[in-house]
């Protein structure tokens, strides 16, 4: 283990939101994220078909597991998600790339969730930069799979290039809104933007 991957592991583990995830057996503390986005926004709700976009290693998925009794629970990564038996009836997990999702013929979504994130380089312009486009082409997503009426919520982070982001899912969402949830970090510029209502 090289000195920074060691230093990143120590962080990690004195992080609060990291131990209660452990503690309690969840996959990532990715899940306390969208929890706190849904106590908020009120997004996960029965009867949905949802989707989540680069949904490795689970946490998003188990949350929405945990809270949905009935409906349709999509995850879509190319990296593997372990441990698919632990999840319900209600969740189909696909390996492979999420533009491809038309092949499976599973119709228009309610709700896309996507907590993906590109492959950092560790220069803060480009890994911003490479964020933003891959929000745009989640926004391209929603346009050809996302309900009218529908929901979406993605993560980003702050940047010269996020303000247009928000400017193209103003341009298809009622509302949109941002929010940082408590379990992230509070040093880092992730950030979620919470699209509400699709009307174009």
Same mark, same amino acid.
């Given at each position: 283990?090289?000195?920074?991957?060691?230093?990143?592991?120590?962080?990690?583990?004195?992080?609060?939101?990291?131990?209660?995830?452990?503690?309690?057996?969840?996959?990532?503390?990715?899940?306390?994220?969208?929890?706190?986005?849904?106590?908020?926004?009120?997004?996960?709700?029965? =009867?949905?078909?949802?989707?989540?976009?680069?949904?490795? !290693?689970?946490?998003?998925?188990?949350?929405?597991? =945990?809270?949905?009794?009935?409906?349709?629970?999509?995850?879509?990564?190319?990296?593997?998600?372990?441990?698919?038996?632990?999840?319900?009836?209600?969740?189909?997990?696909?390996?492979?790339?999420? =533009?491809?999702?038309?092949?499976?013929?599973?119709?228009?979504?309610?709700?896309?969730?996507?907590?993906?994130? !590109?492959?950092?380089?560790?220069?803060?312009?480009?890994?911003?930069?490479?964020?933003?486009?891959?929000?745009?082409?989640?926004?391209?997503?929603?346009?050809?799979?996302?309900?009218?009426?529908?929901?979406?919520?993605?993560?980003?982070?702050?940047?010269?290039?996020?303000?247009?982001?928000?400017?193209?899912?103003?341009?298809?969402?009622?509302?949109?809104?941002?929010?940082? !949830?408590?379990?992230?970090?509070?040093?880092?510029?992730?950030?979620?933007?919470?699209?509400?209502?699709?009307?174009?």
């Amino acid at each position: 283990m090289t000195n920074s991957r060691g230093t990143y592991y120590s962080k990690r583990e004195k992080e609060g939101f990291y131990n209660m995830a452990k503690k309690q057996g969840f996959r990532a503390r990715s899940y306390f994220k969208l929890e706190q986005i849904d106590v908020k926004y009120n997004i996960i709700k029965d =009867n949905l078909l949802i989707i989540d976009l680069g949904c490795a !290693p689970g946490g998003w998925l188990e949350y929405v597991d =945990n809270k949905v009794r009935n409906g349709k629970i999509v995850g879509i990564d190319l990296l593997e998600v372990k441990k698919q038996k632990e999840f319900s009836k209600n969740v189909q997990i696909i390996e492979d790339d999420f =533009n491809n999702i038309t092949d499976y013929k599973l119709g228009d979504f309610d709700l896309v969730l996507s907590d993906m994130a !590109p492959e950092f380089c560790g220069d803060s312009v480009v890994d911003r930069g490479r964020t933003h486009k891959l929000n745009l082409k989640t926004l391209e997503f929603c346009r050809d799979h996302l309900k009218f009426g529908g929901n979406l919520v993605f993560k980003s982070f702050e940047g010269d290039d996020l303000e247009s982001v928000r400017n193209a899912a103003r341009k298809m969402f009622q509302e949109v809104k941002e929010y940082k !949830p408590k379990s992230s970090d509070k040093k880092s510029a992730e950030v979620f933007e919470i699209c509400l209502f699709r009307v174009n």
